[in-house]
Structure formats: C-alpha cells, structure tokens
C-alpha cells in the first residue's frame, strides 16, 4: 500500500509525462537492492570458505580416505560462488530490461548446471556412506570410481543445462502495469512454450527430484545405523559402570582380555583332559601311571606361566586395538554425521527453488507485475535459496571434522605470530 501510495504521487507530479516503465524499474528496487547486497556478502564467504576448504584437504590433510569428495565438492561449490552471483545481480538489476541475449544464455546454463553437479555429488557421497556403514563386508567404493563417478556427475549435468543455451534468453513482452501498456525484456529459461520445451522442464525438474529422493532415501539407513552403533556404544559404557566403577575403561578392557586368556588357555586343557585315551596307552605301571600325572601337572603349570608371561602385554596390545577400533569407529561416525547435515542443508535449500521453478511454469501466464510486495520478496528470496548450499558447507567441515579444525587451528597461530612478528619487527 506504501508503495502504490507514493507511485501514485509521482504520477500526479508528473502528470501526462509519466514513464511507466521507469517506474515499473523502481517498484521493488529496494528489494532488489537488499538481495544483491546478501547476494555480494554470501559469495565473499562462500569464496573464502571453500578455497580454505580445497587448499587444506588437497595440501594439508595428506590421509583422505573417507573424505575423498570433500575437495571436490569444494571445489564445485567454489565455482558456484563465482556463476551464480553474476547471475543473481544481473537478475536484480535489470529485471525488466534486461541488456544482453548471450548473457542470459550463458549464465542461465551455468547456473543449471554448477548446482546440479553439485547435488550429484551429494548422491554419491550418499552412495558411498551406504556402501561404508550399511554394507561393510560387501563392495567398496575403489579410487578408480570415485574418480569416474565424479567425472560422469560433473559430464551428466552439462549434459542436460547444455539446451538452456539455446532455449534460453531475453523475452520481450507488453503488459499492463497501473492501466498502461509497458515493454518489459526478462531473462527466462525459456522464450517458447511448445510441447517440447514444456517436457525439457518437466525432464529437469524431474532430474532434480529424483536426486532430492535418492539421496535421502540411501541416508535414511545409514542414519539408522549409527544411531544403532551408538546406542551400542552407550550400553557397553553402562554395564562397564555398573560392573567396576572405580576404573571403567582400564579394568572393562583389562577384564575381557584376561577372561579372552583364561578361556582359550581353559579350553586347551579341556581337549588335552577329554582327548580319547588309547589302548596302548594303558599300563598298569605305576611309575608310568604317576610320570602320566607329573607330565599333567607340568602342562597345567606351563599353561600358568604362559598366562603369567603374557598376560600383560597382550592386555596392552588388546586395549591399543580397542582404543584404535573405537577411534576409528568414532570418526567414522562423526563424518557420517557431518555428511547427514550436509546432505540435509542441501534438501532445504534446493526445495524452495525447485517449487518455484516448478509453479513459475505450472502457472497459466505467469506475470511478477500482478505479484504483491510480499509475495515478491517471497518468491525472490526463495528462488535464490539455493544459494546457500554452497555458503554453508565450509561452516559444516569445520565444525565436525577435527582434523580440519586441527590444522586450522595451527595455521592460524602460525599466521598469527607472522602477523605479530611483521608489525613488532
């Protein structure tokens, strides 16, 4: 009401000499103005954050493994911070005269296709955390294909954003805006509404879905599963405090590596005691019978020195394994975690455009001049909220993954005392 106020004002200042397309311009440029400043300072973050991300993990985390995708989805979420800005901006700012055809075509095509590689990057990452949790004795995901699933990733989106080149560009309309007829030019995805283009769209948006769902359902059970190892971990850590509640971890590990002894050394004389005496080894001699009995008595003291000599060391090389076993499980878990987040950011920021796009070409004749000022903030905000995917990930790494935050943490001091050293010096 504010706004069609003062438009209202300016047509009566200006009478019969009223640009209306000027001010369709101005309607919402503090809007547009707002975007593009968040639009400015995301992409500033997004740049740091993912370059720090690619230079740590490609040169500084020399033991990948498990995090082998982390640079390259860094590397692809990087590129996106360099595509989609330029794309958003030139959006913004000249949403109803737009400058440039080619412009339109290429930027609309790089902004389908970063983004898109970048979900199927997160499918696989799902796929291979479901192969790593959920079948751990079955295939693993080799070097040889993660380097090719990547590659067919990045090759699959180009592959379907390559026709938005030529279905893309600058649609010139006439609308009504305040009972008069104005040009607009608008950078669509598409200038034609034939069948085909029609089932293009359905096709990507199809795609796009279709990731969504696959990703999520492959994480589903790996969720499942570790919150299963989890609880695991938890009623072990229980019973060993309601067994001995004076040393838990030493005494829980000292005991199952004793009684792991004891056992296999008990089960040894139990099958030399049973073993089916024969007949030719019956004698009624007695000093055979008690050379019979000292030779017994001689293995079961062996059996007690061998425990005596063991004992210790075995318990030691028992817990290092142990605590080796549940360092690893615990990372493992935790980048799990790390990647269920991801994962997860990814959903709730590819939906609302997704929707979007969707109903932009669901509805009959589509026209942002009829939308309210809220309802165009609404649809602005939320069609760029994808975006966000390729902030946030740096933020994600940093947080759950304490190698990274390690190293991190040691070059920051390092680059501290440089700093300090250079303005002392």
Not at 12 to 31: C, F, K, P
Not at 45 to 59: A, D, E, H, Q, W
Not at 80 to 88: I, L, M, N, R
Not at 331 to 337: A, F
Request: with cysteine; glycine share 4%.
């Amino acid at each position: 009401m504010h706004i069609n106020f003062l438009f209202a004002m300016r047509f009566v200042a200006m009478g019969n000499d009223t640009d209306y397309q000027s001010l369709l311009l101005e309607r919402y440029s503090d809007i547009s103005l707002s975007s593009s400043i968040l639009i400015v300072i995301g992409a500033v973050i997004g740049i740091i954050g993912n370059s720090t991300i690619v230079i740590f993990y490609l040169f500084r985390i020399k033991e990948r493994g498990e995090r082998y995708f982390i640079p390259l989805l860094a590397i692809v979420d990087l590129v996106a911070c360099f595509t989609s800005p330029p794309f958003y901006i030139m959006d913004n700012t000249f949403f109803y005269n737009y400058p440039n055809d080619a412009a339109c075509r290429v930027l609309s095509f790089l902004q389908t296709c970063v983004p898109g590689a970048s979900a199927h990057v997160l499918l696989i990452i799902s796929i291979q955390r479901y192969l790593l949790v959920c079948k751990p004795f079955g295939p693993k995901m080799t070097l040889f294909w993660k380097r090719i699933l990547f590659a067919l990733a990045c090759g699959f989106a180009v592959l379907y954003s390559a026709p938005l080149l030529a279905t893309s560009g600058v649609l010139q309309t006439v609308d009504t805006f305040m009972n008069h007829n104005v040009t607009t030019e608008i950078c669509k995805f598409s200038v034609d509404t034939s069948p085909r283009i029609t089932a293009y769209f359905g096709l990507l948006a199809l795609i796009m879905v279709a990731n969504l769902v696959v990703t999520a359902g492959l994480y589903a059970p790996v969720l499942k599963q570790v919150k299963h190892s989890f609880r695991s971990k938890l009623k072990v850590i229980e019973k060993s405090k309601e067994t001995n509640p004076i040393s838990e971890t030493e005494s829980s590990n000292v005991t199952q590596s004793t009684e792991t002894e004891i056992g296999s050394v008990e089960h040894i004389k139990e099958r030399k005691e049973s073993r089916p005496i024969k007949l030719s080894e019956i004698k009624y001699n007695s000093n055979k019978k008690v050379h019979h009995e000292t030779t017994q008595e001689s293995s079961d003291a062996t059996s007690k020195n061998y425990l005596h000599h063991k004992g210790p060391d075995n318990q030691d090389e028992n817990t290092e394994n142990k605590h080796s076993k549940c360092k690893g499980e615990s990372v493992q878990r935790r980048i799990t975690i790390m990647f269920l987040v991801i994962i997860i950011a990814y959903v709730l920021s590819y939906i609302p455009p997704l929707v979007i796009l969707i109903l932009s070409y669901a509805i009959e004749d589509f026209n942002f001049i009829t939308l309210s000022e809220g309802q165009t903030v609404a649809w602005i905000y939320l069609a760029r909220f994808i975006f966000l995917n390729h902030i946030v990930n740096p933020f994600i790494y940093g947080y759950f993954d304490a190698k990274f935050r390690e190293q991190l943490q040691k070059h920051f001091r390092k680059w501290k005392a440089c700093l300090i050293c250079h303005f002392k010096g």
